[in-house]
Nanobody, 122 residues
Framework: QVQVVESGGGSAQAGGSLRLSCVASGRTFSGYVMGWFRQAPGKEREFVGDIRWSGGSTYYADSVKGRFTISRVNVKNTVSLQMNSLKPEDTGVYYC???????????????WGQGTQVTVSS
């Protein structure tokens, strides 16, 4: 059974930092992509960024580029989301997901975590 579990959410002041972790288990993820998404109150879930297990290439939404960094952690099937220069608009529930990438580069996320709350105050 595949499981994706996020941790590390919490509260921070604007300009501060938080680090989230995501652990995936239950299968081999070597060919997968691990993505981070977020959902603010009253808004749709939006893509934050992702990283490919093989090669470690990353891709970010414009809204977080230069502030957020996704990395593979030196622990099996674990990735992190380092969030710096936080803004109140970064507030939301952050989700980690495991998915596949097709030949055109399109992602399909099959496995989702339960989410972790991030709150940024001004």
């Amino acid at each position: 059974q595949v499981q994706v579990v996020e941790s590390g959410g919490g509260s921070a002041q604007a300009g501060g930092s938080l680090r989230l972790s995501c652990v995936a288990s239950g299968r081999t993820f070597s060919g997968y992509v691990m993505g981070w998404f977020r959902q603010a109150p009253g808004k749709e879930r939006e893509f934050v960024g992702d990283i490919r297990w093989s090669g470690g290439s990353t891709y970010y939404a414009d809204s977080v580029k230069g502030r957020f960094t996704i990395s593979r952690v030196n622990v099996k099937n674990t990735v992190s989301l380092q969030m710096n220069s936080l803004k109140p608009e970064d507030t939301g529930v952050y989700y980690c997901a495991a998915g596949t990438v097709d030949s055109s580069g399109s992602r399909r996320y099959d496995y989702w975590g339960q989410g972790t709350q991030v709150t940024v105050s001004s």
